[in-house]
């Protein structure tokens, strides 16, 4: 994301400025640490550095976007003018704290299913923050999570609600007619519709809201039919840390969970300046 | 939140258009719901039904914001151009379901607060999504939340950070000097910094992360010298489902909770274009 | 007021560029002087500077915002690319001149009301030039004054228009529901309504367009009632330079005059390419 | 000035809403009319109906810009929903009562010159607010000014700062080799860079900061060498209501006067919501 | 491409509107139509009808994006304010002339390859004009070819500059590693790197500046191996209409024309205000 | 154009990054090397350098617009972050190319009628690309053309379809009244109207669509009646190469040709990232 969206974000927060700072600790020097107070994967630094150096602070030093860490750890040390810092502030521990708090909730359903399926994946959605999508997008890639589509203008995504307009063949043909740069992928909820799909040349399937035992069935009428690897197989719906097991246990490339980004908490982060002049090294 | 900016949520999803409904269902009429999955305090509505309007579009029938529904309920009916409604579709969506998700678990916190004190105030903090902040405020007060500042130009609030550089007497003084037309909030977490922030003139009060029995002590204290009348006490810090029952049965005025927007579960929200032409009525 | 916004300054007044100074200056280095031409309070100094500083002239020396400076004095410094320079001259001189201005005008006011009245204060309206509210409200403050509310999304002003809508006591009650943080205010014209905000718990209470007798008999009622300390009294509506000392000798906390904004004489302020080389000191 | 600029100044003063009257005026019908309260030329009425139409408001009736208008008329009628009327007012406000004022000061030296001269035209400079720049110069048309430039893009006006760089005829040259599509005015204090200047080609001569009596010397140096009809003269610096009558005496086609948008008194104009539902007529 | 997008093509013809037609349309209803003056495929027409309606002019009829039309035909007819019509004329034609000359070029292209070889694609690349990016595509489909990846953010491109800092086959384990859901595509210039990279799984290899020749025998070299149907197959650089039969009578899957976008001669076609009131049929 | 401008091009390229090179050169060090391939006037190179070094990129060395260079030139040498220099690449050679292209051809046409005619210009029209219309003009100055007006803000262009509106003389003489600062220019069709704007005090006649014969009869006239040397005379409508040298012979003051840049080949431009770490001098 640009330094000019970035600046969006300080301006939601301090359209006429932030009053109380320009007023008691404008023209003040200091350092500041953020610290972060639950073990995590940090992500989020790269952009908060770039809002805390364009309004004139200096990054002293940094963690790294994707490191794991302890609780109570200092991941930045800030100095310079006291007013700056406290106005990117809160902004940057919003973006840290959601970013961090997607990529460990992210590494935690990798882990999980790469202890059953090391070659899974696992997948966010569209079920975004409006406003964070870029954000959201990479801090789930920094968990080592799959991004997935970036939104409606990249890739082809056939759902239901397309569906119930035009005839699966006939969506397929056309959206291929349009573009061969561009992966077409289809919604199904049965088996023979992802059939139907896989065999009408979809580079992906998504089994939408099937369960588990469905899933098997689906998998096996595709092999049958020597369809299995000519697509990728996702599956979506309602996937969780509860069942996670089950749809890694079972032969699909894919697992999409939009709780990755629609339920996220957000890591505990904290800005503070420090009274003395001591600095400190991370 | 105006409709420019609203447009911006489509522009982060699209930025070069619906690929796939622009083949699919471009020049094609269609009637499509929203419906809800589960029960709760719908919000967002006004703001979808501006954004679906803008893009052509036409609002059938919708509920309203602030309702509480049932799970599996209609909340808008959508007719015209099904390439126009499957564009907006999903930042309705995530607009709807983050809203709804605010401003239903506001309302729990509200109803449970209530029960013990009915006068006390359900508030939310800054922690919010970045550029969501408007909207997610707007939930809260949907929910029967108070929203508190909305960002940093608003009021005066004295954090800890701000008394790491200027004493709390002094600090009080200069933005009081600075402005009438604005409220003085100050962060303490002693009894002692409490007593000094009312009797210099704070409006507010904020004990923050201070255990309920300090809490107790705090407000004796601020009795004992005929300060307690003259500020709001707003408590903050790790306040949550669990312990909301001990921190809402003291004397305070506010408990500000940043999970109401830090920690979102969305509203489980979907949209369906319908096969045939027929309408349905809320 | 972010560079970024200052930058549509520029774009105001070349959306093409400067064409003369292109031609005649490009490429050639030179040092120039800003110089006021009367005394006054000068301010818009920071973001002329940010200005200069990011078309990429350097600022050399500058005063600073909120000095008293006699006629003909030198102000700023600055020195590179000449087309940078006369670029931003004219946009600088503007923004100098219009804070100038009613930094210069604020003190007066605030100098003839003080020694009548120490502790009134003189604030501004919104009465300010559409583009330019932050840098007016920024200016009213450097020259002593209280810049009052920012806009309408900052406290609650409850005014006539309101009034004609709902109940007075309605009114106060609905917006105190709705949040504790920020102050209300209330706009009336007699003495009744006064006492009615007042007592309904208004912090603020806006005597508009009220004679300076009726003034009298106003804070009279309030006094004999007990809630004259309850609130903020702010005189409003016609007040200027004849009559300040009328309104001043009056107990009131505040005066607001829409003239300090929406009636401004820019301070003559000019800036000199210097045709030598040789520098000054400031 | 297009509805999406018109807007920012809406965001200018609303960044989060109009937080009173969403609470008190939201989902309430009104009428509501402008009125001024001191003679003159009206102006910003179209703008200000772009805005309330855009927000929802509708205008009922409307007088037009240029109209001169006596004190207590009104100018213009708005129905619809009371939140959005109240949302534009004060913008609306703002615009009209500026716009007016500098139609209004305008008019009065345009007729003032007139009387003395019915061929002299009264011209504005680029000493106008930030931000307003369009709407300033569209107001000294609409009292029948000259607009002059609009600014850095759109002719070639060699200063006293170009000519500290720039021998006067060598400027001439390279702005005339560089196009011939835009005319070329220099910017002069003597009677003899008044003459170099039209001998050299110039269109339109400046004298500036220029006493009468060197000016009439000027013109009869021109005249002498046959070059007074090939360029227009423009009298600059200085030139107010005390003074006006000895510049328009002089054979001058233009005076160009910075008070007429930099010491801007806005006209005193008003909006008032009815209580009852009745309409009246313009 | 969005109306607020479309709007910047209006500021940027007129930061200060239309000067003369505001003076000499301004309050005049006409009727205008807009005619092409030689044969190709129209395109343009739905981002040029969105402008004239956004700046309050009707589009009383129009012929569609995509239609191959005669020279001389009448494709658009407007009515309404004259000062509206006259506002937008020549942006509008600049959209329809460069996106109707995209178009016909095109499908000049499509034609004369798939004369040779029907299956074959014509492909734009990223050499578009900046702030036309997404309309030079648009019109590249309206004219039968294959738009490509829009740009940087939506496919895998690995091109000569990144193989010079990465390994081909690790440059491709690394990108599938990011994401499934996006086509891999290498750039190469020898029959061995094109093995490598169908060997190494790239879904697209695109043979940049590879003489016919040398085309062939890679082709030969990829069946040989059985990874010819792997991969779709694209050649690009200096393709254009002299050598595109060689091209096309290749067992490629497509060509891929900088020329399409780079070099585009703008369709001619022009807007004539009618003199009378009467209407036209199209 | 401003930085804020240019970085629309790369938002517009790389709305959620470059997410190829992100990953394949992201954190490594490179230098590059912009190449021409073709000889030619270059430009562009200030609004390339002025990316590349937004992102961070260092300009190691630079040639300058307007210098004429040979094929296999190196232009630019670049050294810095990889990824940076890479999400640049396309969008600076798209602007080199474009901007060159046009200064290149701009300058044939003004050397190839230079030698007919020292003194006559050849000049732009308004027929550019939508978002490049200031980079279009700026280029056809670099190749040594007239920009002409830069849009409609700039100058009164009266033309066939105002005089449709009103007539003539009443065109010249209301826009007269409104402005003496910017030039008039009338479009005329047949001697008698060019001999009428002429007399009507038009600044500039353009003859549109004139054959050559008859421009030579309008000359006559206008010289008979004493007009030739009161205006400047521009031809315009379909002048091209082919016929370039009949209109240059006749006694014409200005060639205004739309194919300088609504039919722009741009120059074939390109960058190599450098394998070695070797360094290279221009």
């Known amino acids: 994301m640009h330094i000019t969206e970035l600046i969006r974000f300080i301006t939601e927060d301090a359209p ?10 404008g023209g003040k020097e200091c350092r500041a640490i953020i610290t972060v107070n639950e073990a995590g994967i940090i992500a989020g630094l790269t952009e908060s550095g770039m809002l805390f150096s364009h ?63 090391p070659d899974i994946r696992i997948a966010a ?14 801090a789930v890639a920094i968990g080592g999570g799959e991004p997935h589509r970036t939104g409606l203008s990249d890739m082809f995504l056939i759902k239901d609600n397309h569906l119930a ?9 056309k959206v291929r007619v349009a573009s061969v740069y561009r992966k077409i992928e289809v919604e199904v909820s049965t088996a023979g519709d992802a059939v139907r799909a896989a065999a009408a040349g979809a580079d992906i399937v998504m089994l939408d809201n099937v369960p588990p035992a469905l899933m098997k ?66």
Chains 1, 2, 3, 4, 5, 6 share one sequence.
């Open 125 to 138: 959605t569209r079920k975004t923050c409006p406003g964070m999508r870029l954000l959201d997008k990479k």
């Open 217 to 282: 069935k689906t998998l096996g009428e595709l092999e049958s039919r020597g369809l299995r690897n000519n697509v990728i197989l996702e599956a979506s719906g309602g996937i969780n840390a509860s069942n996670l097991a089950t749809y890694a246990a079972l032969d699909l490339d894919v697992l999409s969970l939009g709780i990755l980004t629609h339920s996220v908490k957000n890591m505990d982060v904290s800005l503070e300046v420090l009274k003395g002049a001591k600095s400190f090294s991370l």
């Open 165 to 173: 307009l035009v005839p699966l063949e006939e969506a397929i043909r």
């Open 55 to 117: 309004f004139g602070a200096q990054v002293v030093s940094s963690r790294h976007d994707g490191e794991q860490v302890e609780a109570e750890t200092a991941i930045m040390e800030l100095a310079g003018d006291a007013a700056a810092i406290l106005l990117v502030e809160r902004t940057a521990l919003n973006i840290i704290g959601r970013m961090s708090g997607i990529a460990s909730t992210t590494r935690k359903f990798v882990d999980a299913a790469h202890r059953i399926n």
């Open 16 to 25: 006429a400025g932030d009053i109380t700072s320009e007023i008691l600790a």
